[in-house]
């Protein structure tokens, strides 16, 4: 977490990428259900799951969607705009990668960023486009000050 934090604070560039995973279980998503009040049978129901031809019960497309927000949250990200393609299904037990990188970056912080996730078999399994805008100056010292109260 600290390697992406430190790389905000000293300033992003087009091209930075950042790259996190996360294994997905059952809990995780039975959470994210009960937050999100997503009771879709896909979720929860082996018999809903395989007349859907699918191997088994799947996590919440925006659960793992989310594992964006983990790389936002520690470079400052404020989020205008998220747009998600949902090529695969991610089952428990399954490790996503994702690998953010951003894409353009204009004079005002305003940016754009990619984002895909992976399985551990190398499948695609969401693609994602964002835009925001990224931590000025006086907010870049900012981020670096939170750094040095963890040490």
């Not at 950042?18 to 879709?40: C, K, Q």
């Not at 428990?92 to 353009?104: K, N, P, R």
């Not at 912080?109 to 693609?127: C, D, F, M, P």
């Amino acid at each position: 977490m600290s390697h992406i934090r430190k790389k905000a604070a000293a300033g992003l560039k087009v091209g930075d990428s950042f790259t996190i995973s996360r294994t997905f279980s059952e809990e995780d998503s039975l959470a994210f259900g009960e937050i999100s009040r997503d009771h879709n049978p896909v979720h929860y129901d082996d018999r809903f799951a395989d007349a859907k031809d699918l191997q088994g019960k799947i996590c919440h497309g925006l659960l793992v969607g989310g594992m964006i927000t983990e790389v936002g949250g520690q470079i400052g990200w404020l989020a205008s705009g998220m747009n998600f393609r949902f090529r695969r299904p991610v089952y428990f037990g399954d490790t996503i990668t994702c690998v953010f990188t951003l894409s353009e970056l204009d004079d005002r912080n305003r940016a754009k960023a990619e984002a895909v996730l992976s399985n551990q078999h190398g499948e695609i399994v969401i693609e994602a486009w964002l835009t925001g805008v990224l931590p000025l100056p006086a907010e870049q010292e900012i981020l670096a000050s939170l750094l040095d109260q963890r040490s």
